[in-house]
């Protein structure tokens, strides 16, 4: 998932682009998605974020609706500096031998849609503000099984 519409660092008066925050919005398309997945019976194991303010305001969002069993954890690899392989190895790095239970990853563009473009070996959806996908992962074969833009 792509975190929500943020505003400039002008706009947002803040310093580092790390500092935005989700404007209003954002907020709403988040709590549409969340609506969706809630909806759609979505039930996730945990919620892994960028540690940047506006992916993090994304998963408060969708975990306040989704109560992810596991919670929310940063994972500095979907800052969106890393390439999909090495986020793929931080994310085996951080999810072990965890039987696969549904996760949701919020990130930035242009990573997200590299990711899924790596894992389905397909082009990515646009990857608007809050776009949302669902992946299928099993034995190495990655399918896009939907996308929902808010």
Known sequence: ?????????AEAKVKTDAERPLSE??????AKIAGYLQKSSVQ??????????RAVETAVLLASVLNPASGIKK???LSGQ????????????TLGNTPSA??????HYP???KFVTWLTKNHAPSFLPGTCVALEHQKNKTQLLWSRDP
């Open 1 to 9: 998932m792509r975190h929500g519409h943020s505003p400039s660092t």
């Open 25 to 30: 919005q954002g907020e709403k398309d988040i």
């Open 44 to 53: 996730l194991q945990a919620i892994f974020t960028s540690p940047l303010l």
């Open 75 to 77: 994972l500095p690899a």
């Open 82 to 93: 890393s390439s999909p392989s090495d986020l793929w190895r931080a994310l085996e790095r």
């Open 102 to 107: 549904p996760i949701a990853l919020v990130g």
């Open 111 to 113: 990573q997200v849609g």
